[in-house]
């Protein structure tokens, strides 16, 4: 342990806020606790809040272990509208109309994509190619080729479906990209769709309601109290 750090070791469970990125947030923890590393499992866009997991110390060794979790979200789909992005931050591609659409319609198209299937993850995502994260180079407006990949969607349940807004619930495998999902809907649906919000609820058996708010992590001492120890992350 180099001098001047403190040697702890854990597991946190955060509630990321809006606007802030997953690297942000780890490194908040990283000074707050005076820990040599810190390390997340998972990104979660600016634009998306809930459940990040926090490793602290030894246990960012276990990254790969967490990562590869099954993951729990609510989201709210824009249906009529494409953006570049996958989500309404981005410069919208094309507006239709959706009247046409009705919740009995989007149920039974949701339930199409339970089960195994493949999917092209975004150009706006932190997949890295060449040394490059492909948003890096969708912000420089070069798009390159990806391989589609397998993934689960265990649960697509539609939860209500109002003035435009599809709201649901997708329990999936990791690496599963919603505003992919999003689009893919909407592209069945004929009209185009684009995530609203989103909101990741659990990573395996860690749920959101048990993380801590953003606004308590200036507190050291709560910080420790609600750090899983890494002798509990090994058993």
Not at 193 to 203: G, H, Q
Not at 220 to 228: G, Q
């Given at each position: 342990?180099?001098?001047?750090?403190?040697?702890?070791?854990g597991?946190?469970?955060?509630?990321?806020?809006l606007?802030?990125?997953s690297?942000?947030?780890?490194?908040?923890?990283?000074?707050?606790?005076?820990?040599?590393?810190?390390?997340?499992?998972?990104?979660?866009?600016?634009?998306?809040?809930?459940?990040?997991?926090?490793?602290?110390?030894?246990?960012?060794?276990?990254?790969?272990?967490?990562?590869?979790?099954?993951?729990?979200?609510?989201?709210?789909?824009?249906?009529?509208?494409?953006?570049?992005?996958?989500?309404?931050?981005?410069?919208?591609?094309?507006?239709?109309?959706?009247?046409?659409?009705?919740?009995?319609?989007?149920?039974?198209?949701?339930?199409?994509?339970?089960?195994?299937?493949?999917?092209?993850?975004?150009?706006?995502?932190?997949?890295?190619?060449?040394?490059k994260?492909?948003?890096?180079?969708?912000?420089?407006?070069?798009?390159?080729?990806?391989?589609?990949?397998?993934?689960?969607?265990?649960?697509?349940?539609?939860?209500?479906?109002?003035?435009?807004?599809?709201?649901?619930?997708?329990?999936?495998?990791?690496?599963?990209?919603?505003?992919?999902?999003?689009?893919?809907?909407?592209?069945?649906?004929?009209?185009?769709?684009?995530?609203?919000?989103?909101?990741?609820?659990?990573?395996?058996?860690?749920?959101?309601k048990?993380?801590?708010?953003?606004?308590?992590?200036?507190?050291?001492?709560?910080?420790?109290?609600k750090?899983?120890?890494?002798?509990?992350?090994?058993?």
């Amino acid at each position: 342990m180099f001098k001047g750090y403190n040697d702890i070791s854990g597991l946190l469970l955060l509630d990321k806020p809006l606007d802030v990125t997953s690297f942000k947030v780890a490194y908040k923890i990283k000074k707050v606790l005076n820990a040599k590393k810190t390390g997340h499992c998972g990104t979660l866009d600016p634009a998306a809040t809930g459940l990040l997991l926090i490793l602290v110390g030894k246990a960012t060794k276990l990254q790969d272990k967490f990562m590869k979790k099954d993951k729990v979200y609510v989201s709210s789909f824009l249906l009529g509208t494409v953006t570049d992005s996958g989500d309404i931050y981005g410069n919208i591609i094309s507006k239709k109309t959706v009247a046409s659409i009705n919740i009995e319609r989007i149920e039974k198209v949701a339930k199409t994509f339970e089960g195994e299937i493949f999917q092209i993850p975004p150009m706006y995502s932190a997949l890295k190619q060449n040394g490059k994260k492909l948003y890096e180079l969708a912000r420089q407006g070069i798009e390159v080729e990806r391989k589609s990949r397998k993934i689960t969607i265990k649960r697509f349940d539609i939860l209500s479906y109002y003035e435009d807004v599809v709201k649901a619930r997708i329990e999936c495998s990791s690496g599963t990209y919603i505003r992919t999902l999003a689009q893919d809907l909407g592209n069945i649906l004929g009209c185009g769709a684009a995530v609203k919000s989103l909101r990741r609820e659990k990573i395996d058996v860690f749920d959101v309601k048990d993380a801590l708010s953003f606004e308590y992590t200036e507190d050291v001492e709560v910080v420790k109290n609600k750090l899983i120890c890494y002798e509990e992350l090994i058993k």
